[in-house]
């Protein structure tokens, strides 16, 4: 009769640890999903800046890493290419407003 009780007491353990184990990955998954669509919305709402130069390669590659144009001439000249303007670029964000002054 006592050894019937320790492994009904055990099977008991076992079915609660396999619970809590349970609600720890289904937890741990939740969490990774929510990290990894908030990863996919921070590229998305543009918060990567995107850079003015590009080093075009004579091979056709592009490296749109630069963002002045001092910074693309050291690269090219180390690696050689050309510098040009990043396609994607859009212009730099507007400074905070700055009412007009009207002169007499």
Same mark, same amino acid.
């Given at each position: ?28 998954? =939740?969490?990774?999903?929510?990290? *990894? *669509? $908030?990863? =996919?919305? $921070? #590229?998305?709402?543009?918060? @990567?800046? =995107?850079?003015? @130069? &590009? =080093?075009?390669?004579? $091979?056709? !590659?592009? $490296? ?6 001092? !910074?693309? !001439?050291? *690269?090219?000249? #180390?690696?050689?290419?050309? &510098? *040009?303007?990043?396609?994607?670029? #859009? ?5 905070? /407003?700055?009412?007009?002054? /009207? /002169?007499?």
């Amino acid at each position: 009769m006592t050894i019937l009780r320790r492994n009904a007491c055990n099977g008991e353990g076992a079915l609660r640890m396999s619970r809590y184990l349970l609600r720890g990955l289904m937890l741990a998954g =939740v969490l990774a999903m929510a990290m *990894a *669509a $908030d990863a =996919v919305n $921070d #590229a998305q709402a543009g918060r @990567w800046p =995107v850079t003015k @130069w &590009c =080093v075009r390669a004579y $091979d056709g !590659q592009m $490296d749109c890493s630069y963002f002045t144009f001092e !910074q693309c !001439q050291e *690269a090219v000249s #180390a690696t050689g290419g050309d &510098c *040009a303007i990043n396609p994607r670029f #859009a212009g730099y964000p507007a400074g905070p /407003y700055q009412p007009r002054r /009207y /002169y007499r």
